[in-house]
């Protein structure tokens, strides 16, 4: 089964990136050094989820080619 991140989803995603950028910015004025790299990790993290669901897609069509014996 494949399933893709919904487009509701995905701009909820972006607005929590966009706030993270906001929160980051501020935060290297002013915080410690763990909180900015925890920040970041978090922006990291939203970045490439979309990423990862793709590729984890293309994984899954291409495991159930080889297993009906097609190529997609």
């Known amino acids: 089964m494949t399933s893709t991140i919904s487009e ?3 701009t909820e995603l972006a607005e929590a990136q966009k706030h993270m950028r906001e929160a980051l910015s501020f935060a290297a004025r ?3 050094p763990f909180l900015i790299k925890h920040i970041s ?3 990291f993290d939203i970045e490439h989820i979309q990423e990862v669901d793709d590729i984890l ?3 899954s069509l291409e495991d159930l080619s080889k297993i009906n014996g097609k190529d997609l």
Do not use: I
């Open 8 to 10: 509701q989803v995905k």
């Open 30 to 32: 002013t915080e410690s």
């Open 41 to 43: 990790q978090m922006v």
């Open 57 to 59: 897609n293309t994984v």
